[in-house]
């Protein structure tokens, strides 16, 4: 068959193909069962843990306070990048840091290339980040965060330790149900990650390096009393 031919025959056959109307709107996920967030946190904190995340489940303020101090005390530091106030889930928490001599550090970048190299040269000297978490991943052990006003990338990337603050009402037990619940999640945000326990690599030989692109420890905060 000549190439003329074939490519007239394809013609033909597609011409009698229906296609569908690409109007039409249907559900990108079907219906998923129902579930308590409470039945999650065992499953969350398994598979965070074996993602080498500690995790820590506070019934009050002032245990979340005291799970921090643990962390900056092992640390030995006091220094520490974080979201804006408003945009952490435990109210008055800088203040309470800041009583226990705990110093915020400001992570706004200047457009200026000196001023924006010179504020991230001292900002790499900063051992934690400190933010919160939009959800959790049951079943990956992974959390779910978004960038915008506020809520700066720099408290989860650039500290070697991250400590994200996670209310136990927002796990869900697979992506599937986050989305469900939040599906302008990604249109809403200049930036949507999930990260599921510390930076890591492995070169040729399959060696594991944590820390290489980002945390080397992530501890998470669980709040387990709102």
Same mark, same amino acid.
């Given at each position: ?17 229906? /296609? *569908? ?7 990108? @996920?079907? *219906? ?7 039945? @999650?946190?065992?499953? !969350? %904190?398994?598979?965070? $843990? ?5 995790? &820590? ?5 002032? #245990?979340?306070?005291? &799970? ?11 220094? !520490? ?9 435990? #109210? ?17 970048? %200047?457009?200026? *290339? ?5 504020? /991230?040269?001292?900002? %790499? ?17 992974? =959390? ?9 990338? /720099?408290?989860?990337?650039?500290? *070697? ?27 809403? $945000?200049?930036? @949507?990650? @999930?990260? %599921? ?12 390096? =944590? ?16």
């Amino acid at each position: 068959m000549k190439r003329t031919d074939f490519l007239a025959e394809i013609r033909r056959q597609t011409a009698r193909i229906p /296609l *569908p109307d690409a109007r039409a709107r249907r559900p990108l @996920l079907p *219906p998923l069962p129902p579930f308590e967030a409470a039945d @999650l946190v065992a499953a !969350f %904190s398994q598979e965070a $843990t074996a993602l080498k995340c500690q995790v &820590y489940l506070a019934d009050s303020p002032s #245990a979340v306070i005291e &799970y921090a101090g643990q962390i900056f005390e092992a640390r030995q530091t006091t220094d !520490f990048l974080s979201w804006e106030q408003a945009a952490m889930p435990v #109210a008055g928490l800088h203040a309470q840091l800041a009583q226990r001599g705990y110093r915020w550090q400001r992570s706004d970048i %200047s457009n200026h *290339p000196q001023a924006r190299r010179d504020t /991230l040269l001292r900002l %790499s000297e900063v051992k934690i980040g400190l933010t919160g978490a939009q959800a959790g991943l049951a079943d990956t052990g992974s =959390l779910v965060l978004q960038s915008g006003h506020g809520q700066g990338r /720099l408290a989860s990337l650039l500290p *070697p330790v991250h400590i994200a603050l996670l209310n136990t009402r927002n796990l869900f037990p697979t992506m599937a149900h986050f989305i469900q619940a939040h599906p302008g999640a990604a249109r809403e $945000t200049s930036n @949507l990650v @999930l990260i %599921s326990g510390p930076s890591r690599t492995a070169d040729i030989e399959q060696t594991l390096t =944590l820390g290489v692109h980002g945390p080397k420890a992530v501890h998470i905060i669980l709040l387990d009393y709102v």
